[in-house]
Every structure is written in C-alpha cells, then in structure tokens.
C-alpha cells in the first residue's frame, strides 16, 4: 500500500458550562455540562525487529542488521520478511492511518435541600461517549495486524445524600 501520513496531529476543543442558582432560601441548584470532539493522529513509532530472550517471554528490540534468531532470512526484517529502511523514526509505511475520532458529552445537576437539621443532597449525572480507534499495529505496509475498536457507551448515575449534625458529630 502506499505509505500514509505521519501521525503526531490533533484537532481537539471543548466546551464546558455551568449555572448556579438559588429558587428559594432552603435548596441550592447547580447545572453542569460539557462536550469535547478529539480527533487525532498518534505519535508514529517506528517498525523493527523483535525477538524473544531465552526465558520466553521477555521481547527485545534487536539492531536493524542483526537476524532473528525466531525467524531467519533477511537482518533486520521481521518474521513476515518486512524491514523499514528509510531511517526516519517519524515516518512511516503504514497502508492504513493510526487515528482516534471521539465526541464525549456530559451533563449533570445539583440541588442541595436545607431541611432544617440536616441537607439533602441530589446529583443526577449523564454521560454519552462515541469513540472510535484505529490503527495498523504492524507498522508496515502489509495486511497483518489491524485494531478497530468502537465504543458507543450511555451512562446514567444518581446519588442522594443526606448529611447533618453539629461538630465533633458530623453524618
């Protein structure tokens, strides 16, 4: 395939607010909420050989002409016959992107409730996130190893609390 842009690059911004307000002299109400759209290119890396140390589990990196003792053929090259040789760490020959596209929302609210003794407290909060993530983890030009990973995820939480009493006693 042909070699893709290199990757280092983001276009990412954000917008968040909140809003506070008092509907009578016994409850407080706080609204928050917010959304971010990053879209992004990963820091390149650079293909090499690896093998394994003798323990087996151990992976090193070896020198771009040193064989693989995991796979024999050409030095440098990994055990699918491929070898980056252009001596740029910051280019690559990847046949398809690295990149990261996602849009993330939230909101939530607030409400404080003076009950005379004791407040009542109530947050709500909502969070809706769609991510997706690719990239071609072989470094190079072949067909071998892709990630694809999708997240479309909706969350919803509540929590209530009730708090009160006087020092040194706190609930």
Same mark, same amino acid.
């Given at each position: 395939?042909?070699? !893709?842009?290199d990757?280092?690059?983001a276009?990412?911004?954000?917008v968040?607010?909140q809003? #506070?307000?008092?509907?009578?002299?016994?409850?407080?109400?706080?609204l928050?909420?917010?959304?971010?759209d990053a879209?992004?290119?990963?820091t390149?890396y650079?293909?090499g050989?690896? &093998?394994?140390?003798?323990d087996?589990?151990t !992976?090193v990196? *070896?020198p771009? +002409?040193?064989p693989n003792? *995991?796979?024999?053929?050409?030095?440098?090259? +990994?055990c699918?016959?491929? #070898?980056?040789? +252009?001596?740029?760490?910051? @280019?690559?020959?990847?046949?398809r992107?690295?990149? &990261?596209?996602?849009?993330?929302?939230?909101?939530?609210v607030?409400? /404080?409730?003076?009950?005379?003794?004791?407040?009542? &407290?109530?947050i709500?909060?909502?969070? =809706? !996130? =769609?991510?997706?993530?690719?990239? /071609? @983890?072989d470094?190079g030009?072949?067909?071998?190893i892709?990630? +694809?990973d999708f997240? =479309?995820?909706?969350?919803?939480s #509540?929590?209530?609390r009730?708090?009160?009493? =006087?020092?040194?006693?706190?609930w």
């Amino acid at each position: 395939g042909e070699p !893709v842009e290199d990757g280092g690059t983001a276009d990412e911004y954000s917008v968040r607010g909140q809003l #506070q307000f008092q509907p009578n002299d016994q409850s407080n109400v706080l609204l928050s909420a917010y959304y971010i759209d990053a879209d992004f290119s990963p820091t390149p890396y650079e293909h090499g050989s690896v &093998t394994l140390l003798p323990d087996g589990v151990t !992976v090193v990196s *070896l020198p771009p +002409d040193e064989p693989n003792p *995991l796979c024999p053929g050409t030095p440098g090259a +990994d055990c699918l016959g491929y #070898q980056d040789r +252009d001596g740029d760490p910051f @280019a690559q020959e990847n046949n398809r992107p690295k990149r &990261t596209d996602m849009q993330k929302t939230g909101a939530s609210v607030t409400i /404080d409730w003076n009950l005379g003794g004791a407040t009542l &407290t109530s947050i709500t909060g909502y969070e =809706d !996130v =769609d991510k997706l993530y690719q990239e /071609d @983890a072989d470094a190079g030009p072949g067909d071998f190893i892709k990630v +694809d990973d999708f997240l =479309d995820s909706e969350q919803w939480s #509540q929590e209530l609390r009730l708090a009160g009493g =006087d020092a040194p006693f706190r609930w």
